[in-house]
């Protein structure tokens, strides 16, 4: 019937999103692995302070702890998107949940600052990026129309675990050292695993499916009832299997597509999101330390991320449901862009802030502005490329990302050191975010609608019944011709078996219809007229 077969190495047809069903628990798994993604780097530099009392270090150089693991989430994309289109979303999950899990376990053992580099930093990163980018990539296929609230719900697990993993890292410091802290972390993550798990494909099991109703469905269609309808069946299964064999030479599935790098959209939204990471999570990474440093508590000091991410829960599924309004849908990228005008101009207004009431109110509007960044960011790539390229759109959007976060907390930790000073460090950051979000709106406004392609209007499919031979015979012919161009002679068999599979069933038709069983007389001429039209269309096109 013409359609793509997945074992034959091409790109399988897209499937319906269901927009719900067992995507809820894709949804739930996607909010647990996305909390541990953005939220755990940040958690970390709770125990920063004994990290520099006990290797005897400064804080740049404990701040590579956190950029290593975001290095890793971003730095690793393409490696993620190779092995996603290789192996599948699920068992890459399962592997990325115990390399996160054994690193920080690991990192509990070590003793020197390097070797924490290559345990917390470089395993555990790997291990979180191999769960966080499929998981992205499986939420897009369970949801279309309800993408965006899905991508504000699944956005608010880094909040929710941002909030509970702060004060938590800050109990097992107290009562068990970073040591044993870090151990009980690791023994977390395994959860990451359970999440892998509930990731269950989709395309392939209802593809399958519905391909054998359809097949069945078309095969009684060609035939009245009768005893032989079953042998014709089988016939037609057998020719297509014997067409599937003579096509499996085709060329393999891409394992990383640069052809996105053609749209001008893509382009613009990785500039910008560069420009956006030097200066988005310098706030979160020094808030902690800034506040120590001012007198604050350290009780009242891991508390300030907690209110982060108590009002960023809020926020991200409320900025979600905006971004599905239709009005507001189309114009997403200029709502992304607000987002990140708002997050900067927090960050500059707030850089003077010196008592604990100030960092109380800028945590509020940060949490704010932080949560819509968050919620549209991945939204505004998947309406950019669309979801059967998002998962190497995301994997070399990541990678160029790693180089801003190797830059910029570790520059900001630098600055620290030497200036002693933190209201410098948000300007500094709040500058950058700014820079980003005027750039997207005013190239979007210049170049993204142009960029876009549009696409072709999708085929009416014409109405079953006497006209499915027809349609048969034509999605037939076509794929005999495209794959005559490779090579003649496998097409010139196809098409005698085709033939052959026809004569058959009008053969088995004629010998129902002159015993009395079976349709009526004038069902009988249609169908005879139908098939001399479509045998005619297969003579006709192969010449």
């Given amino acids: 019937m013409g359609r793509a077969d997945p074992e034959e190495g091409q790109l399988p047809a897209p499937v319906k999103p269901p927009d719900g069903g067992w995507g809820w628990i894709v949804l739930l798994g996607c909010f647990v692995i996305t909390g541990f993604s953005y939220a755990f780097p940040k958690a970390v530099s709770v125990y920063f302070k004994e990290l520099m009392k006990d290797f005897h270090v400064g804080y740049s150089d404990t701040a590579w702890i956190s950029s290593i693991m975001l290095a890793m989430l971003y730095g690793t994309g393409p490696v993620c998107s190779i092995m996603v289109n290789q192996f599948g979303c699920r068992p890459v999950m399962l592997i990325g949940g115990l390399l996160a ?7 509990s053992f070590t003793t020197n600052i390097i070797e924490l580099y290559l345990t917390a930093g470089v395993l555990t990163g790997l291990g979180m990026a191999l769960n966080f980018q499929p998981s992205l990539i499986m939420l897009g296929t369970y949801f279309d129309k309800r993408r965006p609230l899905a991508n504000g719900l699944a956005a608010a697990g880094s909040p929710v675990f941002l909030s509970s993993l702060s004060p938590l890292g800050q109990v097992l410091l107290e009562k068990f050292g970073w040591r044993g802290g870090f151990l009980i972390m690791g023994g977390l993550l395994l959860n990451c695993c359970t999440c892998g798990a509930v990731m269950r494909p989709l395309d392939m099991g209802m593809k399958r499916k519905m391909e054998k109703a359809q097949d069945k469905y078309e095969a009684k269609e060609m035939l009245p009832i009768g005893g032989k309808s079953e042998e014709a069946i089988s016939t037609t299964d057998g020719t297509k299997k014997a067409k599937k064999a003579k096509k499996k030479p085709k060329k393999g599935k891409k394992l990383l597509d640069f052809s996105i790098f053609s749209n001008r959209g893509f382009i613009i939204y990785t500039i910008s999101k560069f420009i956006l990471v030097l200066g988005l999570f310098v706030p979160p990474i020094l808030l902690v330390n800034y506040a120590k440093d001012t007198g604050v508590p350290d009780t009242e000091a891991a508390f300030l991320l907690s209110i982060i991410g108590f009002i960023d829960i ?9 971004a599905g309004l239709k009005w507001v849908r189309p114009h997403v990228a200029y709502l992304f862009s607000f987002a990140m005008l708002f997050n900067g101009l927090t960050d ?8 604990y009431t100030g960092l109380v109110i800028f945590c509020v509007f940060f949490g704010i502005s ?10 505004v790539l998947m309406a950019i490329v669309g979801s ?4 190497s759109a995301i994997g070399l959007v990541l990678l160029i990302e790693a180089f801003a976060v190797l830059i910029g907390p570790p520059s900001a930790g630098r600055l620290v050191d ?7 460090i948000f300007y500094l950051a ?4 700014v820079l980003s979000s005027v750039f997207l709106a005013m190239a979007t406004y210049c170049c993204l609608n142009r960029g876009k392609k549009k696409e072709p209007p999708p085929e009416k499919n014409p109405s079953t019944g006497g006209g499915s ?3 048969e015979a034509e999605s037939d012919v076509q794929e005999a011709e495209e794959h005559s161009s490779d090579n003649h002679q496998p097409a010139h068999s196809t098409d005698n078996a085709m033939v052959a599979a026809r004569e058959e069933a009008n053969h088995v038709a004629e010998e129902q219809s002159g015993e009395g069983g079976g349709c009526p007389e004038g069902d009988g001429e249609v169908l005879a007229r139908d098939s001399c039209n479509a045998d005619q269309t297969v003579e006709r096109d192969s010449f």
């Fill in 101 to 107: 899990s054994s690193g920080m376990i690991l990192a």
């Fill in 314 to 322: 809020f926020a991200r599924p409320a900025c979600g449901m905006v």
């Fill in 348 to 355: 500059i207004c707030s850089a003077r802030a010196s008592n």
């Fill in 370 to 379: 932080y949560g819509m960044v968050g919620a549209l960011q991945f939204e």
């Fill in 388 to 391: 059967q390229k998002f998962s």
């Fill in 418 to 424: 030497a200036l002693k000073n933190y209201e410098v």
């Fill in 430 to 433: 709040g500058s950058e975010v």
């Fill in 469 to 471: 031979d027809t349609e």
